[in-house]
């Protein structure tokens, strides 16, 4: 047991480079609520500079390579580190409330420094110390710091937030909807911390500005089996964008890759590649669809009720969402990256056209509370709790790619018989069975349009 524990310890971003996140992390929570006012009274210039003097404070600098050099207070606390860069903030308001001498907005800077300060003031290294270890901080080792950073961990718990959301959120959904559930229940889910000196997701080379990603490993050892979630942040860079977009990442990562292959057992899982269509473009949308409907405040679809204890650990809302939907079309845009986006634009496709099959046809032949929405999430977590065969899994997604018609197709159903038949009732008795394994065969043993 004790060597099982170990096996599923998290592991962290070490210390010199969290105290730096964690400065700019206080900053984007702490300042950007209030940017809004500053460029509406002509002041972003000021905004601006806390944000530049934070980044310098942190000793984060640059160079052609893009190599860290941090410099961040050696010998302090992290939250020591923190309180030395709120004084030297203080001269920073200082002179900018110099500049606005008879203005009307003469306190703008004075509040957003006490903002700062607040924020910073909630990450206290003693209320994390570890116990075990005759109440110790974090020191630079790296298997201790990532044990006090696990069970306490207040420099990075938004991003701690975050994914305990994503993960209790998919839990939620697949436990609900799901119906090939393992007998041994769901596996177990392990969040780790990483940093990358670049962009640390599919597309280096996209003009969106996004310096987070995510990596999920399935494990397999000594008898036990789980997931390693991996948030990795592109420290030098992250800003709010990538603060933003951070929920959905981890949505992503829960949704497509935490479960996937764990029926009838956890045990000889797989990771798939980033060209599977499956589980980067069909469930990713999935993922995505869920993301917003947990966040709208009118839901498209029905959800589970015991979703708003996670909804209400998200403050930014409208701007997470808005943040998601462009990271999301990014991501399946082929025409820009060509690559991996061809193969999750297609999954996206067929899991939008096999939704459309599901209220187009189904609808007709099942019981008056059947709901479209939910049989496709029932098809989707069973499918994703299914496929370990990849090249099965590909072949699913390219049957349904190609033998349902786009919608603004759809009136080929009726006139075109590689449309009509027989996928259409290979869904019916899906919906009818929830048999998943004749599902997949009977759909791949349709032969390719």
Not at 72 to 94: K, P
Not at 102 to 123: F, M, N, P, T, W
Not at 268 to 294: I, Q, Y
Not at 346 to 361: D, I, P, S
Request: hydrophobic share 40%; glycine share 6%.
């Amino acid at each position: 047991m004790i060597k099982a524990i170990e096996m599923k310890a998290a592991r962290h971003i070490p210390l010199e480079k969290r105290k730096a996140l964690t400065a700019i992390l206080v900053f984007l929570e702490a300042a950007e609520p209030l940017r809004e006012q500053f460029v509406f009274s002509g002041l972003e210039h000021g905004f601006n500079k806390f944000e530049s003097d934070v980044r310098v404070f942190t000793g984060i600098q640059y160079d052609n390579s893009e190599r860290q050099r941090p410099d961040t207070g050696n010998g302090l606390s992290l939250s020591d580190f923190l309180a030395s860069i709120v004084r030297r903030l203080r001269a920073t308001a200082e002179s900018l409330n110099d500049t606005l001498v008879g203005s009307l907005h003469l306190d703008q800077y004075e509040r957003l420094y006490q903002a700062i300060r607040e924020r910073a003031s909630q990450v206290d290294c003693s209320m994390c110390m570890n116990r075990r270890r005759e109440g110790r901080l974090c020191k630079g080792i790296d298997r201790i710091d990532d044990e006090i950073v696990s069970t306490g961990g207040l420099c990075i718990e938004p991003f701690k937030a975050m994914f305990n959301a994503a993960l209790g959120t998919a839990r939620l959904y697949y436990t609900t909807f799901g119906t090939s559930l393992p007998a041994t229940g769901l596996p177990d889910v392990v969040f780790h911390t990483g940093f990358d000196v670049g962009k640390p997701h599919g597309f280096p080379n996209s003009d969106y500005p996004v310096y987070v990603g995510g990596i999920t490993n399935v494990r397999d050892e000594a008898g036990s089996f789980w997931s390693d979630v991996k948030l990795t942040l592109g420290i030098m860079r992250f800003d709010w964008t990538s603060y933003l977009v951070t929920p959905y990442v981890l949505f992503h990562e829960c949704f497509s890759h935490a479960f996937s292959g764990a029926y009838p057992s956890p045990e000889g899982r797989s990771n798939p590649e980033t060209d599977d269509a499956f589980a980067e473009g069909w469930m990713d949308w999935v993922a995505f669809e869920v993301f917003l409907d947990l966040l709208r405040p009118a839901p498209q679809h029905r959800v589970p009720a015991a979703t708003v204890q996670f909804r209400n650990q998200f403050v930014f809302r409208d701007e997470h969402m808005n943040a998601a939907t462009l990271l999301h079309a990014d991501t399946v845009n082929w025409r820009k990256h060509r690559g991996d986006s061809i193969h999750r634009a297609r999954g996206q496709r067929a899991a939008v056209k096999t939704l459309r099959l599901l209220e187009h046809f189904c609808s007709l032949e099942s019981t008056p509370d059947y709901d479209p929405w939910e049989a496709f999430l029932k098809l989707s977590f069973d499918l994703n709790l299914f496929f370990r065969d990849r090249a099965l899994a590909t072949k699913f997604v390219a049957q349904c790619d190609t033998r349902i018609p786009a919608p603004d197709r759809e009136g080929e159903w009726m006139t075109n018989p590689r449309y009509r038949e027989p996928l259409p009732g290979i869904f019916v008795r899906y919906i009818n069975t929830l048999d998943v394994r004749m599902l997949v065969k009977e759909v791949s043993d349709c032969p390719l349009s």
